[in-house]
């Protein structure tokens, strides 16, 4: 069909106007993050510091970040009541991101934290040094067993599993809970995220080598209340500081308690 040229030159305009349009909302959301990571790749490969920083960042997670996460564990748990008196066990603590937050917030000896990952631990136990907290006492264990096999210690106020529990199936997150209930105490309280939506992470994803996992509040509260613990969705991470450009941002923090209150031990 024959267009008359001055409507086609209408629609050209058009298109070319929602082709900008298009470009422009791409640059206004993506572009940020995009030009940090590019200036972050050229920087880890000329200045030292700029690479140790991108080789803890690829223990935990998104690159670039890692003031902001900090931040975000650090607060979270002050908006959950934390004080510098209560005891904080820290499963899969990593290179401790936030680790190093808590422990400078805490009294001495309040600290623990446990991770499969021993190469983590030992980022962790540097930053310690370099950060001037050994006279802290934190307590630093590599568990495959939650601390089953490691820990003592009990009544904890505290117990904190940021960006973990979708690392572990079924099987992997009844064996937690079990460890969760004995170590909480009585009135003590758990914090750990699932994945949340929208996002774009699917079963078959995978990060350093394990896999994702999709729980939701009500699958995990199936398997908490197998040992006894409740479960409350609090929502989206975003809410307590995560920045909510960075992937995993709309995940939901679940909160744990014991069902029943128990006697201190
Ligand atoms: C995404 S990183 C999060 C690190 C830290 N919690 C944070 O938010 O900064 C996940 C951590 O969980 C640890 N992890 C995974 N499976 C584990 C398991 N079964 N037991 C203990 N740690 C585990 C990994 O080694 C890694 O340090």
Known sequence: MLVPISNRSGQSIKRVGAMFAKTFRYIRWFAPLSFKLKRYEIARRIFPSAKRQYELDSMVGPWGYWEELRHYQITALKTFGMMPHHRLLDIGCGPLQGGI??????????????????????????LIEEAGLSSKEPVLLRSDSFGKNELTERNFDYIWCSQMLYHLDEGLLEKLMAQVAKFLAPDGRFYGDIIGYPNEVTESSSWNGFPFYMHTAESVEKIARRSGLTVRNLGQISSYGYPSEVILGTNNILELAHEQPLPRQ
């Open 101 to 126: 937050a808590f422990i400078r917030y805490l009294d001495a000896v309040k600290y623990t934290g446990i991770d499969i990952s021993q190469k983590s631990l030992d980022a962790g136990l540097q």
